[in-house]
């Protein structure tokens, strides 16, 4: 894989969230038919960068693609990515709490269907003409952390893969014998919603299979520690934590600089 180079004016404080955008970052759906159903993600690069580049795939958290995603997939086009966030549930479905947990219960439950969907939003990734299709990373935020986890046991042909504040279990621990890329996992330390007993088992599946990965815990955060719309209070087990967001984004671009050298 050939190194990629940042553009020159490129600094990792211009890139937080709410930031303005550049110009020339384009931002448009895309339409596309997954398992009978009629999914629309979003494509976000940098349309002054001429040719194929590294490419992510961005998957959501338990409401679906919202205008967290989007932000997400632009600020990444920032930083010089070309990024297609999927859409899971199809379009239009976009569920509030508690349907919400119904929904994303119904792909936890199927895992086969929740495999399918993700695949089919890699699959349009890598038709995109901006994808270098040799560099390729998924991150995801929450039920999308656990996506991209089951997208790796499936066994898809990229780089890496990110879980931001996602669950770890899956009902087939041994497929992790098909991962064939990185894995970088960024956790709140005291995330009640992911159990200690699911991190222990997360660490035996990963060196039962001899895995590459990273794991790491940041002090004091909790469930969805990476989204201001989780509010503040980590007594509800979720909550955003500024320190730990800024932290975890940069662990992604560590990441993303090394597997794409």
Partial sequence: MKRFLFLAS??????????????????????????????????AYDDSIEGTRPS??????????TDYEKMRAEMLAELGYNVFALDIYG??????????????????????????????GLNILKGLPQTDVDDIAAIGYCFGGTGV???????????????????????????????????????GAVDPHVPVD????????????????T????????????QKFAGDDPSKGAAYNAEADAK?????KAFFARIFE
Avoid at 97 to 112: F, L, V
Avoid at 215 to 226: E, I, K, N, Q, R
Avoid at 248 to 252: G, H, L, T, Y
Wanted: glycine share 8%.
């Fill in 91 to 120: 379009k239009g479905i976009r569920p509030q709490p508690p349907e919400s947990a119904k929904m994303a219960g119904k792909y936890k439950g199927d895992r086969a269907l929740y495999r399918t969907r993700l695949n089919d």
């Fill in 198 to 213: 699911e991190v222990a088992d997360f660490h035996r599946e990963m060196l039962a299979a001899n895995v590459a990965y």
């Fill in 149 to 187: 986890l089951e997208l790796a046991r499936s066994g898809a042909a990229i780089d890496g893969v990110v879980s931001f504040h996602g669950n770890l279990s899956t009902p087939t621990p041994d497929d992790a014998k098909n991962i064939a890329c990185e894995v970088l996992v960024l956790h």
């Fill in 56 to 65: 992510i795939l961005i998957s959501h958290q338990w409401t679906g693609l």
């Fill in 10 to 43: 490129v600094s990792a404080l211009c890139f937080l969230p709410g930031s303005p955008l550049r110009a020339d970052i384009v931002g448009k759906a895309i339409e596309y038919e997954s398992a009978g159903a009629t999914c629309e993600g979003w494509h």
């Fill in 215 to 226: 794991f790491t815990a940041y002090p004091d955060a909790v469930h969805a520690f990476t």
């Fill in 248 to 252: 975890s984004w940069e662990a992604m």
